[in-house]
């Protein structure tokens, strides 16, 4: 069982990485909000938030332990943390590992592809220099699979193939990305004649395949389906309400998005390590992952008084 302050801790650090994971869904919302009705947009933040929350942050962590738990039926899977029945405690802790190298495994292409392939601001010094060697992205995934795949075999064959699904995974939602990246683009395009309920779909459809990072991530910190909706479900209100009121100013804290990344390396290395066997204490991630934003949080702030103090010495001149 959890005590109070754990499910606290829990609960905060879901909500943050959520809402980090989250930032560039929501300044691309903000853009397309930005076209639509004041309507619309009220809509988008009512209605479209409780899809975003119940449907696929609540629905989808559910069914993952639920068809890992299959025994459990759809009820023992929802509250099987909060359970004393000895034999449900059996059943979570025996799919744990295989639930956790998948998402571990998924979570760390997640970096890799971000750290070789994409564009970004260069938070710490290596980042430059695998962005020069991009195209080592899939051989260095390939690696990393194999070596994965060889230490886990070892452990139980079953965790080998969670391996392998976590990487099917990826390319898989990778795929999903690269199209709804592209359907943002035609939704910000001023010759799209789509109405606004056509943009608010679309706009569900793309939170959905963004989300994906953040649902698999969140069992890092725990396999209560219940605390993973109250979590992601507060880091999306707190989100939404940044994607109308406020997201100009979010978007000045240019390192966030690095912040983000590291934590996503950091939650797939606990999520591994914990399915070989390593014991991690539940208070570990959240810690980690306010520790890892909170130093790129200071590095952005630092950036822009650093940026504010050169453009004064200019007017100055």
């Known amino acids: 069982m959890i005590d109070l302050w754990g499910i606290l801790v829990i609960v905060l ?37 409780l899809i975003a929350v119940f449907l696929v942050r609540g629905a989808l962590p559910w069914l993952i332990v639920w068809f890992t738990n299959f025994q459990l039926g759809p009820i023992g899977a929802f509250t099987a943390t909060f359970s004393n029945n000895p034999a449900v405690t059996e059943s979570i802790e025996m799919s744990k590992p295989i639930l956790l190298m998948g998402g571990g495994v998924f979570l760390f292409l997640v970096f890799m592809h971000w750290l070789f392939l994409e564009p970004k601001y260069f938070g710490l010094r290596p980042e430059r220099f695998f962005h020069r060697h991009g195209l080592w992205f899939f ?12 230490v886990s075999i070892k452990v139980h064959p079953l965790i080998s193939f969670a391996a392998v699904v976590g990487s099917s995974a990826f390319f898989i939602t990778h795929g999903f990305k690269e199209n709804a990246e592209q359907a943002e683009k035609n939704l910000l395009s001023k010759e799209t004649k789509l109405s606004d309920w056509s943009k ?24 209560s389906v219940p605390l993973i909706l109250f979590g992601n479900g507060i880091g999306a209100v707190v989100l939404r309400q940044l994607t109308v009121s406020n997201i100009d100013r979010i978007k000045k804290y240019k390192y966030l998005k690095n912040g983000a990344m590291y934590s996503i390396l950091f939650l797939g290395f606990i999520m591994m390590y914990d399915s070989l066997g390593g014991h991690i204490p539940e208070w570990f991630s959240p810690i980690v992952t306010f520790g890892t934003v909170g130093f790129f949080l200071w590095k952005s702030i630092r950036e822009n008084k650093k940026d504010e103090a050169e453009a004064a010495q200019k007017k100055k001149k």
Do not use: C, H, K, P
């Open 13 to 49: 650090g879901l909500s943050l990485f959520e809402i980090i994971t989250s930032i560039d869904n929501a300044v691309i919302n903000a853009e397309v909000l930005s076209t639509m009705s004041q309507r619309a947009r009220r809509w988008f933040l009512i209605w479209g938030l």
């Open 200 to 223: 608010i779909l679309y706009l569900e459809v793309i939170d959905a395949s963004f989300s994906i990072d953040g649902v698999l991530g969140a069992f890092a910190f725990t396999l």
């Open 139 to 150: 051989a260095a995934a390939s690696v990393f699979l194999v070596a994965v795949t060889w």
